[in-house]
T-cell receptor, first 117, second 111 residues
Framework: ETGVTQTPRHLVMGMTNKKSLKCEQHLGHNAMYWYKQSAKKPLELMFVYNFKEQTENNSVPSRFSPECPNSSHLFLHLHTLQPEDSALYLC????????????????FGEGSRLTVL | SQQGEEDPQALSIQEGENATMNCSYKTSINNLQWYRQNSGRGLVHLILIRSNEREKHSGRLRVTLDTSKKSSSLLITASRAADTASYFCATPNTGGFKTIFGAGTRLFVKA
């Protein structure tokens, strides 16, 4: 138990479906992240939220829409995805950056395995 | 471009042997971190080494950092079958939120 919970763990969807991934953290962190992990590729940073404000959007297609209603919850809304979007989507959280004192250690959830048919 | 690159991509050893994984990175860093991932699961933080440190130990883990060569190594001593996993180095950028991961080394420890 890492303190970061992702649901669902597995999701199969068609290209015309709309679904959402949910992430919740109980660690008192203020920064939350979405990473994408595809087979044989490094983890790709998708979005970063710090104190509910989006600070990074790593050129992610608009069919992925993040939402951060508060510092404990993060969603990834999915719409008209492509088969190449099939991957493991990982949520992580960390303390906010405070100069050099913060190490930037990330705490990950178990991931949501997405398959797009 | 990718910040960290691990070497080798895959490593297969017998239980009891030591496993060494290497990581190279491209820019200046404040610290370097190693994570472990069991198949299909999330990543778990293992150990962190700051830029002013050269070596760090944690249990059976030993990490070295050479900032002049922009490289780090992770040594797992007396490996166990339960160490079978993928291992990633990661470098957070100072002041920002971009932690970049390498492609990882897949370690298989045979019992």
């Amino acid at each position: 138990e890492t303190g970061v919970t992702q649901t669902p763990r597995h999701l199969v969807m068609g290209m015309t479906n709309k679904k959402s991934l949910k992430c919740e953290q109980h660690l008192g962190h203020n920064a939350m992240y979405w990473y994408k992990q595809s087979a044989k590729k490094p983890l790709e940073l998708m979005f970063v939220y710090n104190f509910k404000e989006q600070t990074e959007n790593n050129s992610v297609p608009s069919r992925f829409s993040p939402e951060c209603p508060n510092s404990s919850h993060l969603f990834l809304h999915l719409h008209t995805l492509q088969p190449e979007d099939s991957a493991l989507y990982l949520c992580a959280s960390s303390h906010p950056r405070v100069g050099l004192a913060n190490t930037g250690e990330l705490f990950f959830g178990e991931g949501s395995r997405l398959t797009v048919l | 471009s990718q910040q960290g690159e691990e070497d080798p991509q895959a490593l297969s050893i017998q239980e009891g042997e030591n496993a060494t994984m290497n990581c190279s990175y491209k820019t200046s860093i404040n610290n370097l971190q190693w994570y472990r991932q069991n198949s299909g699961r999330g990543l778990v933080h293992l150990i962190l080494i700051r830029s002013n440190e050269r070596e760090k130990h944690s249990g059976r883990l030993r990490v070295t950092l050479d900032t002049s060569k922009k490289s780090s190594s992770l040594l797992i001593t007396a490996s166990r079958a339960a160490d079978t996993a993928s291992y990633f180095c990661a470098t957070p950028n100072t002041g920002g939120f971009k932690t970049i991961f390498g492609a990882g080394t897949r370690l298989f420890v045979k019992a």
